[in-house]
């Protein structure tokens, strides 16, 4: 008897549940182009330039945050922005590591995006939901974070060393929400943290950022719009 | 190693600290524990930490890891003789990295607020719904991760085991001081079971501290926290 023994090839199924303007979401893209990965993009819709209009698979997927994104890997869900990232170096293992092999630097990776996590998408809140004196607190905080991932940063191309890293990845999307702050909350970053604005401009220069990062200008857009909305214009 | 090679800053009352505690149990690992005194902070404390400036802080050969959750991975990752720690798939190692980052973002800024005694009125009663509401979805979890065995990492204690059961203690203060069950046969039968297993095991015994101290601990917490007359 022949036995003819056939090896069916699991296609990797890989789909992103997004929303351009998110920094969440504009994170686990830039991984994806980093890593090579050909994934289905599907933006969720927005009602009114800023309401959410969930769909029924974001809800299916992420059922606890209902947010995005979400990504699914062969119809399972990973949620959260730096899980999901997480996620992808560890299983896309092949080529450019995000996240250091020592553990030491792994853990010291981990504590800095978690950082940027905590500090700095809050610190630029209290500056862009808020307008004249309100808004000293949130500037003077978010500089002082920006100074100290800037003495992480050192004198490093990237956070990662010489290749883009689990850090740069966190942080870059926040990028684009420097010129909205600075707008709303009329001073300069570059002035205070001129090495970050430079190591912003360096990693825009790579094709996986460039094209997983949404237009500062829509990001300002989207803020003018919920300031209208609040009240606070 | 030797046991100054280890050091680990925090305070017997700290869950997250004890986070800490049953990952270097479960590799075997010896180390010193520098207690904080309550209320202050100590010098090295600040000089480990100066960004949080909390505890724990682990120092492993004179450098320093912070934030509880990546500290136990930190221990998994070096001490690699010992029990696994993080799930050994990745897909699996996302889900119980979801449900730490819920427990932590989500549910425990409901309970510290109680346990502090800060909370009174509706404010209080949505802080229990919100304790009550996470520990459903978390029995839920439990069923979907330990996969009929007896934790959320299956046979042994596992990373969200720790995440979880660190707050064992805390959580029955706060059961005695709201008047009620949160985690009870009703609505979370899985969690009761796993809860005593948590609790017995070798790993966690020593470390978890006695109800009655807690308690005592708990007045000192109130009393901090409690707004000052004007």
């Not at chain 1, 979400?70 to 730096?82: R, T, Y």
């Not at chain 2, 046991?3 to 149990?25: C, E, N, Q």
């Not at chain 2, 948590?198 to 926290?225: G, H, R, T, W």
Request: net charge negative; glycine share 6%.
């Amino acid at each position: 008897m022949w036995f003819e023994l056939r090896y069916v090839e699991m296609a990797e199924v890989v789909v992103l549940l997004d929303l351009s303007i998110s920094p969440f979401g504009s994170r686990v893209r830039i991984a994806l182009a980093e890593k090579g990965i050909k994934y289905e993009y599907r933006e969720e819709e927005v009602k009114d330039k800023i309401i959410l209009n969930k769909s029924s698979l974001l809800l299916q997927m992420n059922p606890i945050h209902k947010k995005i994104p979400v990504l699914i890997h062969n119809g399972k869900p990973i949620c959260e922005s730096l899980i999901i990232v997480q996620y992808i170096d560890e299983v896309w293992n092949d080529k450019s590591p995000l996240l250091p092999s020592d553990p030491y630097e792994r853990a010291q990776a981990m504590f800095w995006a978690d950082f940027v996590d905590k500090k700095i998408y809050d610190c630029g809140k209290k500056i862009w939901m808020n307008k004249g004196e309100e808004q000293e607190p949130g500037k003077q905080e978010l500089i002082e974070c920006l100074k100290l991932l800037e003495g992480e940063l050192g004198d490093k191309p990237y956070f990662g060393g010489d290749n883009l890293g689990f850090v740069d990845v966190a942080l870059l999307p926040l990028h684009c929400w420097f010129y909205a702050y600075e707008t709303c909350g009329n001073f300069s970053i570059e002035v205070e943290c001129p090495k970050l604005v430079a190591w912003a401009k360096r990693c825009m220069e790579r094709e996986s950022v460039l094209n997983s990062l949404p237009n500062q200008n829509l990001v300002y857009d989207y803020i003018l719009q919920v300031r209208k909305r609040t009240g606070i214009e | 190693m030797a046991t100054s090679d280890v050091k680990l800053i925090g305070s017997w009352a700290s869950p997250f600290v004890i986070r800490a505690m049953i990952a270097l149990k479960i590799k075997s690992i010896s180390y010193e524990f520098l207690q904080e005194t309550f209320g202050s902070k100590s010098k090295l404390l600040l000089q480990s930490n100066p960004i949080h400036k909390k505890i724990p802080v682990l120092i492993h050969a004179e450098k320093p890891i912070c934030e509880s959750l990546i500290i136990v991975q930190y221990i998994d990752e070096v001490w690699t003789s010992g029990p696994t720690i993080l799930p050994s798939d990745p897909y699996d190692r996302a889900i119980a990295r979801f449900w730490a980052a819920y427990i932590d973002d989500k549910w425990f800024p409901s309970v510290i607020g109680l346990a502090r005694g800060q909370l009174e009125g509706e404010a209080k009663e949505a802080a229990i719904e919100q304790m009550s509401v996470g520990f459903v979805l978390l029995e839920e979890a439990f069923v979907k991760c330990s996969e009929g065995k007896g934790y959320f990492g299956g046979e042994k204690i596992g990373y969200l085991d720790i995440a979880l059961g660190c707050f064992l203690g805390w959580i029955r203060v706060t059961e005695k001081m709201i008047g009620m069950k949160v985690i009870d046969e009703a609505k979370t039968p899985c969690l009761v079971g796993w809860a005593e297993r948590f609790c017995a095991d070798s790993a966690v015994k020593e470390v978890m501290p006695e109800i009655e101290k807690l308690e005592e601990f708990a007045k000192l917490l109130q009393a901090m926290y409690r707004a000052p007359p004007k």
